[in-house]
């Protein structure tokens, strides 16, 4: 696969970002805080880190994905149109009754999804069973999923996290997307947490900590999972919840609300602002 540079890698993430308000504000509907808090994580793992064939969707050596915060299915969508899964079109009309992309990830109708999601706290564990599979086939594919700072909530995740030690899944990378907002407030509020590191390790994860924006650190924390051994390894990636529009930026309120016509004008000249200065470097 034709690596990216870091240059490439942000401008894929801010197009995504702007694919992603614009689904929303057609669709009047949906969840953009998180998208673009988790925008750069995809954009690595789509465009440096993953080893899949958008030609070939179901291709049974492919590194599976689950975005187990399943309402942040824009930036997903956005990365995979990108992709090439499918045409960028297409996310013209999310949530529409005339697509075929639902507000939550489908891997029914969607190609390039590997899982379904949206009932926070079940996508870690659907990784854990990919990640078991592979193990069990012989095979050298991994497995990658995004959760939600909020979503650790649910008590699902940590009985993934226990059989995922338990059964020394190396092949296993979950990241955690820390933008300290869930739909309540602040998740310190809402139910804190913290450390999350010491109880991942406490739960036998190897565990790195990174900035969630910051190429480097991600590239950086994705190598440092492909040579540990005998463990799951967590990411937890500080973000910024909007990031890369203004007036969501660590917003609670932007959870999960579209914007009206103008505010998606000031979105869309701030995201296009970033994707021109980008395109002339």
């Known amino acids: 696969m034709e ?11 801010a197009k995504g970002r702007l694919m992603a308000v614009d689904a929303i504000h057609e669709a009047a ?11 750069d994580i995809l954009s690595v793992l789509y465009f440096d880190e993953m ?6 969707p179901n291709w049974e050596d492919r590194d599976r994905f689950v975005l187990s915060k399943g309402h942040c299915a824009p930036a997903l969508y956005s990365m995979l149109a990108l992709k090439g899964y499918f045409p960028k079109e297409d ?4 949530r529409s009754i005339k697509g ?3 507000g939550h990830p489908d891997m029914v109708n969607v190609k390039g999804i590997d899982m379904s999601t949206g009932s926070l706290g079940q996508g870690l564990s659907a990784a854990v ?16 999923a995004v959760c939600g700072d909020g979503e650790i909530d649910e008590g699902q995740i940590w009985e993934a996290a226990m059989a995922a030690a338990k059964w020394k899944l190396d092949n296993l990378c979950a990241f955690v997307d820390v933008n300290g907002l869930q739909i309540d407030g602040k998740t310190q509020d809402v139910m804190p947490t913290e450390p999350l ?17 910051d190429y480097a650190d991600i590239r950086s924390a994705l190598r440092e999972a492909r040579e540990t051994k005998g463990q799951p390894t967590a990411i937890i990636a500080a973000t910024t919840k909007g990031k890369g529009v203004s007036f969501m930026e660590n917003q609670a309120g932007w ?12 979105a869309e000249n701030e995201l296009m602002a970033q994707i021109k200065e980008l395109e002339v470097q």
């Not at 509907?29 to 925008?39: A, F």
């Not at 080893?51 to 070939?56: A, K, L, T, V, W």
């Not at 996310?91 to 999310?94: D, E, I, R």
Request: charged share 30%; net charge positive.
């Open 3 to 13: 690596k990216l540079s870091e240059r490439e890698l942000r401008l894929m993430a």
């Open 255 to 266: 959870h999960g609300k579209a914007p009206g016509d103008e505010q998606f004008e000031i």
């Open 51 to 56: 080893n899949i064939r958008p030609d070939e």
């Open 29 to 39: 509907s949906g969840h953009p805080g998180g998208s673009l808090s988790c925008m």
């Open 91 to 94: 996310l013209k009309l999310l």
């Open 197 to 213: 590191d010491e109880k991942f390790k406490a739960f036998n994860w190897h565990v790195i900590k990174i900035d969630g924006h």
């Open 100 to 102: 075929h992309m639902s």
């Open 129 to 144: 069973g990919m990640a078991v599979s592979a193990k069990l086939k012989g095979k050298d594919y991994r497995t990658y």
